[in-house]
């Protein structure tokens, strides 16, 4: 019914279109030119205020953005900036292109040009403070003032711009609407174009009629795909109408949201998608409402959670978007939203990972520039996550690595990932660190993961040392040495003296197989290979032969040890000739009967010997002992130690033990010490001991030390000089009471015969009797004196012999 009614609508504007178009076609053919290139230049005034609207419209974009990246550091604020940049370019050069025909229009252009510059530079400098100094400093930029100032500018140049060209379209449009006057004035004219028109129409809103009632057909079909397709979908999609009201929720969403569909469609937003943020401590505000409300896609914060329906929450990512009319008009938004828990999860556990890792993690950009590390990298390095990240890291790398780490850069951005590539990285501490690292590249970043080989590099080091200083060792033996795998028995080695034992050059040995080659008999090989298996891989002194090279048989003796050398399990050899040994065993085991029985008998004679010595050293009166080199004893005789007891347990031991053992005094220990020090001045040594006995007497003993065997063993003698040394104080007395003898002799006799020789030298003179009478008593005096003396010297004589 609808579509007969449009045709019949059609007919009747046929008909009356033919008529105006009859009437006014002769006279618009003359003003269509004329009216056309007026409508041409209004359209071309419209089209540079559009552009002009579009230019200033992307500016504040870019400022917006700017101020919500300050404020949120969300990079998805970055979005409009990254577009404006481009815009804004793209906007002034088609501006340009259309004044190029008002030199006045171009002119204000300049100016325009100049401060949209001084914007983004000073947009630029606030992101870079930001990046570099904090959210404050960045924010202290943007309220200086300076920004508002351009923007002001920005606005004022664009209200001169587009003031001057709407007065251009003011003038352009009056110009128009005269021709429109003129055509006004000819309409009558135009009927018979009009019915031209109309018939045309006719035929062509036919076919539109058709066609439209096919779209809708189409249309019909496709909004049920549509509506299979978003239920069928992964992701949670709710659509509303303008006033947040759901319209529809497909079957994620309501898995999702834990809602129905009946309870869900018809209710506001808000009530079935209740959201929150960690972060904001709140209730957050739903991104679908935000988005018709800003006319734009408003994507969630960071750890935003929905509350289900039973109360539980769950993390999700989502955004909103508004939904427009063929107008442009809102009518509703569309949310779509996906359950991001396990992917939560999952990130924490690498982030735990990230962090614990030993080995080093980092982020790199193109610009040599790490923008994130794991506490790995602080700790082996030793710089702090500040003084890391502010410089490159060219500037960590030995100079001598720096061309290789960026050639290889560069291989990695040609999508060639890095495996165990290293270098050097300089610690805080001034050393250099070796790293391995394995790094990949998505999205212009470099991701990177290094361990530190330092101390792994200077083991492998220390064993390609070994290694060599081994084969140098191998080399130099004058013993044949062969290496070969246990697996297939293939030579890896052999030195000069086993080429010099057996005739074979190096090169002809070494990879070839040892029993193929002749160089060994098999029945020798199974041998020695059964040898080493039961002895669990290794076996010393194996009586085999070789065959050299000329054919000659040679008995050696062989040792094997299996070892590991570059992964691979070997056995190691030793070969000694033994041809001369075993053709002289013979002669040597029959010296050695020989020998035996002459080592036979010369012990019996030595054993009688020393049966006959020391029965001879126990019995002679002289203490006796033999030091070694320690001072320790060697032999004593039974003079020496009574005690059989002691005497063998003094055997190793030192005179300090026995002076301990028998409680002497250590003094006498220390004298023999000082004898030993001081025999290498002289031959021998000889000193006295005083030796107190128990019943309180004192016994001397004459010691004397002789070197023995080149000092290697020394022997004591000790001699008992106790009554010499008994002799010698009685001599010594003897010889005072003789000199107290002799003192009175001197004193008591010489007196009385210096008086008796005074008196007979008197009797020469004739004396009177009184003088006579007085030489005579005096004489007498002088005998009674020498007869008191006689009894006297007699009694001490008597004395001294009798203390002799």
């Not at 079909?221 to 069928?232: A, D, G, I, K, L």
């Not at 009518?331 to 990230?354: P, Q, W």
């Not at 086993?498 to 090169?507: C, E, P, R």
């Not at 010594?732 to 003789?738: D, F, G, V």
Request: aromatic share 8%.
């Amino acid at each position: 019914m609808k579509w007969k009614t449009q045709f019949k609508l059609a007919i009747t504007g046929l008909g009356i279109g033919l008529a105006i178009l009859v009437f006014v076609n002769v006279l618009l053919f003359v003003i269509l030119n004329r009216n056309t290139k007026q409508d041409k230049y209004v359209l071309h005034s419209h089209e540079v205020l559009k552009t002009s609207e579009n230019l200033l419209s992307v500016i504040k974009d870019a400022e917006t953005a700017q101020r919500g990246y300050i404020i949120t550091k969300d990079t998805t604020f970055l979005q409009p900036y990254l577009h404006s940049t481009a815009a804004k370019d793209s906007l002034l050069l088609q501006l340009q292109r259309l004044t190029l025909d008002n030199k006045a229009q171009q002119q204000r252009l300049v100016r325009i040009e100049k401060l949209i510059q001084s914007k983004y530079l000073f947009i630029e400098k606030t992101l870079l403070t930001l990046n570099k100094l904090g959210v404050q400093k960045s924010i202290d930029l943007v309220n200086n003032g300076e920004g508002k100032i351009l923007m002001d500018s920005l606005r004022t140049a664009f209200q001169k711009f587009n003031h001057a060209e709407t007065i251009l379209v003011k003038q352009r449009t009056q110009k128009a609407e005269q021709s429109v006057n003129t055509l006004k004035l000819v309409m009558v004219y135009s009927t018979l174009l009009t019915i031209l028109i109309f018939l045309i129409t006719f035929y062509k809103l036919f076919q539109k009629i058709k066609l439209q009632h096919q779209h809708e057909e189409a249309l019909f079909v496709q909004n049920e795909w549509y509506q299979q397709t978003m239920y069928s979908l992964g992701d949670g999609v709710i659509t509303t109408d303008i006033n947040g009201n759901i319209t529809f929720i497909n079957r994620s969403g309501l898995q999702i949201t834990g809602w129905t569909f009946g309870d869900a469609v018809g209710q506001p937003i808000e009530a079935v998608f209740q959201i929150v943020n960690s972060n904001a401590n709140g209730k957050s505000i739903n991104p679908a409402l935000m988005a018709m409300k800003e006319n734009k896609i408003v994507f969630l914060a960071k750890n935003t959670q929905l509350i289900q329906k039973n109360g539980t929450t769950i993390y999700i990512d989502d955004s909103g978007a508004p939904i427009h009319d063929s107008q442009g008009h809102i009518i509703g938004s569309v949310l779509i939203f996906r359950d991001i828990t396990e992917k939560r999860k999952t990130e924490e556990k690498l982030n735990l990972i990230y962090n614990m890792s030993l080995d080093m993690i980092g982020v790199a950009n193109k610009n040599g520039f790490f923008i994130s590390i794991n506490p790995a990298v602080t700790k082996i390095l030793g710089y702090t996550q500040e003084e890391f990240l502010s410089q490159s890291y060219f500037d960590f790398i030995h100079p001598d690595d720096i061309d290789r780490t960026d050639n290889e850069k560069h291989t990695l951005y040609d999508n060639i990932d890095t495996l165990d590539f290293v270098n050097r990285y300089r610690s805080k501490d001034g050393t250099y660190k070796w790293i391995e690292w394995n790094v990949t590249v998505e999205d212009d970043l470099m991701y990177a993961m290094g361990r530190d080989i330092t101390e792994r590099k200077k083991a492998y080091e220390m064993i390609a040392e070994t290694h060599k200083k081994f084969f140098q060792i191998l080399e130099s033996s004058p013993v044949a040495i062969i290496i070969t795998e246990i697996d297939n028995q293939n030579i890896l080695y052999v030195n000069d003296a086993f080429s010099l034992l057996t005739g074979f050059h190096k090169s002809s040995l070494v990879g070839n197989n040892a029993i193929q080659y002749g160089a060994i008999k098999p029945e020798e090989s199974e041998k020695i290979l059964k040898n080493i298996k039961d002895e669990g891989g290794h076996k010393r002194n194996i009586e085999s032969q070789l065959k050299r090279l000329d054919g000659t048989v040679i008995d050696v003796l062989f040792s094997v040890e299996s070892i590991e050398i570059e992964g691979k399990m070997c056995y190691i050899g030793t070969f000694v000739d033994i041809t001369e040994r075993k053709k002289s065993e013979s002669n040597t085991l029959r010296m050695n009967l020989e020998l035996e029985k002459r080592v036979q008998k010369r012990t019996a004679q030595i054993v009688k010997q020393k049966q006959f010595t020391d029965e001879i050293l126990n019995k002679i009166p002289t203490e006796i002992a033999v030091y070694d080199s320690q001072e320790k004893y060697l032999y004593v005789n039974p003079k020496g130690i009574e005690s059989q007891e002691i005497r063998d347990w003094v055997i190793g031991k030192t005179d300090f033990d026995l002076c301990k053992l028998k409680g002497l005094d250590p003094a006498l220990a220390e004298k023999r010490h000082w004898s030993f020090q001081n025999i290498n001045k002289n031959n021998n040594v000889e000193w006295i001991d005083e030796i107190t006995q128990e019943d309180g007497s004192t016994k001397y003993m004459l010691r004397i030390l002789h070197p023995l065997d080149k000092k290697k063993k020394f022997i004591l003698t000790g001699y008992d000089i106790t009554q010499l040394k008994q002799a010698e104080k009685e001599k010594t007395a003897y010889i005072k009471s003789l000199e107290e003898m002799m003192f009175m002799t001197s004193h008591k006799v010489r007196l009385p015969i210096a008086n008796i020789i005074g008196i007979s030298d008197l009797l020469e003179y004739d004396l009177d009797k009184e003088e006579l009478i007085k030489v005579i008593d005096n004489m007498k005096a002088s005998i009674n004196s020498l007869d008191t003396f006689t009894r006297e010297l007699t009694m001490f004589i008597h004395n001294v012999k009798k203390k002799l």
